[in-house]
Nanobody, 125 residues
Framework: HVQLVESGGGSVQAGGSLRLSCVASGFTDNRYCMGWFRQAPGKEREAVARIISGGTTDYASSVKGRFTISKDNAENTLYLQMNSLKVEDTAMYYC????????????????????WGQGTQVTVS
């Protein structure tokens, strides 16, 4: 039974920083891939950053150079370091994950993602 638990959201002024965390449990193979998605009010959920086994990362163009995704395999924890935050980064941020064999789901649109966290709110003013 896969579980993803996020933390670290909050309110910050534009230009500030936040770090999100997501602890994963239930995967039998630690090569699982993970990512961060976000959904702003009235908008569709979108991919922000993804990381696959071996450390390869992928970023949305809107956050490239400002956000950094990383994964601590020993702690089964995913991070998203967000710097130079903008008002338009305001959204509910969701952790997503899938098994190594099904990493394609994190790149195939939000409907293909099987495992989601509960979300953590990020508000930039």
């Amino acid at each position: 039974h896969v579980q993803l638990v996020e933390s670290g959201g909050g309110s910050v002024q534009a230009g500030g920083s936040l770090r999100l965390s997501c602890v994963a449990s239930g995967f039998t193979d630690n090569r699982y891939c993970m990512g961060w998605f976000r959904q702003a009010p009235g908008k569709e959920r979108e991919a922000v950053a993804r990381i696959i086994s071996g450390g390869t990362t992928d970023y949305a163009s809107s956050v490239k150079g400002r956000f950094t995704i990383s994964k601590d395999n020993a702690e089964n924890t995913l991070y998203l370091q967000m710097n130079s935050l903008k008002v338009e980064d305001t959204a509910m941020y969701y952790c997503a994950a899938d098994s190594h064999a099904s990493c394609w789901r994190l790149f195939g649109g939000t409907r293909s993602v099987r495992y989601w966290g509960q979300g953590t709110q990020v508000t930039v003013s």
